[in-house]
């Protein structure tokens, strides 16, 4: 999968658009869940039947922070940027969009975006779910599309998914995780929870720190949990605690039994990647099954 950036100039740059008709599916598609990977595999379809190559369009920050990057917003990624790029191209796109979210971005006027974003790179259909919006104000539903680019493309609006009669959104996924429901998590992204740091030497109590690779990354609240646990390409299934602190400003620690792999490299900052798969069970530790 081709991976290009896009900002105020580069999208000018005529060298970055497909020569060949391309599908875009839209969306912020932040923690690529279920719904998501709906659009996405909507999206292939479709460039498939029109002999299209699929390019999907996100963005590199929410907008969230944008209008609000104060340390105490309570706005919480589901993946960063790179976990995003991963889980997108498994959904085998062709072409990944990322596109410089800023205040410049968000002011442009609908017709301006569908030209530059849509039209300027060669996009025939786009796809994106029922409720994405665009523009100035955010306000634009992906149904104005077709009459403000003239007709010139086609659009596919994907209904929502839903579970429980409950729309299936990051938002309910990044609640469940700061509530520590997992499990319920898993089952709407449609894979495993994945957040990602560093293994260093200091320790508490026997265990050892890892910290978090990204401080705006959502983590469930203090406790225990039953994870899988890389590191140096050794995996384990393990108890990992986490500690959230009183003070918002101050980043979540995350611990792990170091002495659970065997001949670790002996240097500081070792990568770590943790999929966190159940959460504790009624006495706040993981129970045997879920620990197999």
Not at 121 to 132: C, E, H, Q, R, S
Not at 147 to 171: F, P, R, Y
Not at 187 to 210: C, D, F, M, P, W
């Amino acid at each position: 999968m081709q991976v290009i950036y896009l900002n105020n100039h580069t999208h000018q740059n005529q060298a970055i658009v497909s020569k060949q008709p391309i599908v875009l599916a839209l969306g912020f598609f932040d923690g690529v869940h279920r719904g998501h990977q709906e659009v996405i595999r909507t999206a292939r379809r479709t460039a498939d039947e029109n002999g299209c190559r699929l390019a999907v369009m996100t963005f590199n920050r929410h907008a969230s922070r944008v209008f609000n990057h104060s340390e105490s917003s309570g706005f919480r990624y589901l993946t960063t940027l790179k976990q995003k790029i991963e889980l997108i191209s498994k959904l085998q796109a062709d072409i990944l969009y990322v596109v410089d979210f800023n205040k410049h971005f968000a002011s442009l006027p609908p017709k301006t975006f569908i030209n530059r974003y849509v039209l300027g790179l060669n996009a025939k259909i786009v796809v994106a779910g029922f409720d994405y919006t665009f523009g100035q104000g955010g306000t634009t539903t992906i149904e104005s599309m077709a009459a403000l680019s003239e007709n010139e493309v086609q659009t596919i609006t994907v209904h929502e998914l839903d579970s429980e009669k409950t729309k299936i959104s990051s938002t309910r996924i990044r609640h469940l995780i700061s509530i520590g429901k997992i499990a319920e998590a898993n089952r709407l992204l449609g894979h495993q929870y994945e957040t990602t740091g560093k293994l260093i030497h200091a320790r508490i109590n026997g265990l050892s720190i890892v910290n978090p690779s990204s401080r705006l990354q959502q983590l469930p609240p203090s406790g225990q949990y039953a994870c899988e646990v890389r590191v140096a390409n050794q995996k384990v299934s393990m108890a990992v605690q986490v500690e959230q602190p009183s003070n918002v400003k101050q980043p979540a620690v995350i611990y792990i039994d170091r002495h659970a792999f065997k001949n670790l490299p002996h240097i500081n900052s070792l990568p770590v990647s943790i999929k966190w798969r159940h959460e504790p069970d009624s006495f706040g530790h993981p129970s045997a099954d879920q620990l197999k």
